[in-house]
């Protein structure tokens, strides 16, 4: 484990139970375990493996190339892919038999050509901006494009087998839009059904929804965050309040530990300085590896957290580029080597990635998506016996 000073041990059981407690959640639909962005930092391929052991039955990749690498490592799960630009590989994604969503009428224009150019149908999921105002067709774009999107499929191109959407405020389920977003939701369904598309899947869930909102379960729901174990509406309630484990841990080992006397400034600005003669401890892993830099500290206010023995320290003056210091006081017994922990479950009091989004002013998903590419990723099987259950997948596991 030394090649590294610094890891994230990400636990496979945890996102197959996490899968799991989702699907209990919503009970009358499938689940679409969203693996973008690296599986939100915990490793593409192991996680979309774990989320499928653990009863999705669907995987979710905002870019293409991420719904290639899952068919790739042999995943023959339905995947769809819904955010590309003109040029895209479409034909390489149809030919792999992923799912596309349109969201505009040149989107349509160039899976038509894909799926000509692979000979094969396309099976498209019509995304409708019902209220976000990001990505998707507005209900008049939408009319505007049906009746080529018929013909589409008429021709034998495409199938439109879905619709779908994204909700502005599923955080906050008692948010009239999203009551609203449901209902433009509801007409557009009937305006593709009434097009003459036989559709398979409606959905509208993310995390939030499907924790809290049923009614807008429709047949497939599209947690992210959760499937990781992480809350999305921290306000109420923590991963425990839903049956979620938190799958990664973020830990180091103190790369030195020494004497500093009172008054002496630590790390840059001297933002932080000590009031006693005390121990400070040296943990190599900084904003390179995803510690935001808002989690600085000072004596007034603690930086992110940081467990160190059984206690939780906050970060000492500025978080740098490859490390943070610790202020471990004047009776400290750590040495170099001793292992910290940034976050984990929390299960025994110690600090949670929710924690470092506080403590930086941002919310969960930044902390793990944004751990950087040089921390390895070694995935656990905290379900597995002895040996196997340190699976030592550094570098690997993406
Ligand atoms: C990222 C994403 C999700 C998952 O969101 P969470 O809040 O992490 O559950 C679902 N749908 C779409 C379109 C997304 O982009």
Redesign the pocket.
């Known amino acids: 484990m030394s090649t590294y000073p610094a890891r994230a041990l990400v636990d496979l059981a945890a996102i197959r139970g996490n899968a799991a407690a989702l699907a209990a959640h919503a009970p009358t639909a499938q689940v679409?375990a969203?693996v973008?962005?690296d599986a939100?930092g915990h490793g593409l391929v192991p996680s979309a493996t774990a989320a499928l052991a653990g009863g999705a039955t669907w995987l979710?990749a905002?870019q293409v190339p991420e719904a290639l690498a899952l068919r790739r490592a042999g995943i023959g799960a339905r995947v769809l892919t819904?955010?590309y630009a003109p040029g895209a590989p479409l034909r390489e994604a149809v030919e792999a038999d992923v799912d596309l969503s349109v969201a505009a009428p040149w989107a349509l224009d160039e899976v038509v050509a894909a799926a000509r150019a692979a000979g094969r149908t396309a099976r498209v999921h019509l995304?409708v901006d019902t209220g976000l105002g990001r990505?998707g067709l507005t209900p008049p774009d939408l009319g505007e494009l049906l009746p080529a999107a018929m013909r589409a499929q008429a021709e034998g191109a495409v199938e439109v087998v879905g619709v779908?959407s994204?909700l502005a405020f599923?955080?906050e389920p008692q948010h009239p839009t999203v009551r609203g977003q449901a209902r433009v939701f509801a007409d557009a369904v009937a305006a593709v059904e009434a097009a003459g598309a036989h559709l398979e899947v409606r959905?509208l869930?993310?995390?939030?929804?499907?924790l809290t909102t049923p009614d807008v379960h429709y047949d497939l729901v599209?947690?992210?965050?959760?499937?990781y174990g992480l809350s999305?509406v921290p306000q109420l309630g923590g991963p425990a309040a839903f049956g979620l484990v938190p799958a990664m841990t973020l830990e180091a080992e103190l790369a030195t530990v020494k004497r500093l006397p009172a008054g002496h400034g630590v790390s840059y600005a001297h933002q932080y300085v000590t009031t006693q003669d005390t121990w400070v401890g040296v943990v190599p892993i900084g904003y390179a590896d995803g510690v935001p830099r808002h989690a600085s500290g000072t004596q007034e206010r603690p930086g992110g957290p940081v467990r160190v023995g059984g206690r939780t320290l906050g970060v000492a003056g500025r978080v740098c580029m490859d490390q943070v210091v610790v202020d471990l006081g004047p009776d400290a017994g750590e040495r170099a080597g001793d292992r910290v922990e940034l976050f984990g479950t929390g299960a025994d009091g110690g600090p949670t990635a929710q924690d470092w989004a506080d403590a930086a002013g941002t919310i969960s998903?930044e902390i793990v998506t944004r751990v950087g590419a040089r921390v390895p990723r070694v995935h656990v099987d905290s379900a597995a016996a002895g040996e196997g259950a340190r699976v030592a997948a550094a570098g690997a596991a993406r």
């Open positions: 679409m969203v973008k962005a939100y979710g905002a819904w955010l995304k990505n779908w994204h599923a955080d959905h869930a993310n995390s939030a929804a499907t599209r947690p992210g965050l959760a499937v999305p998903y």
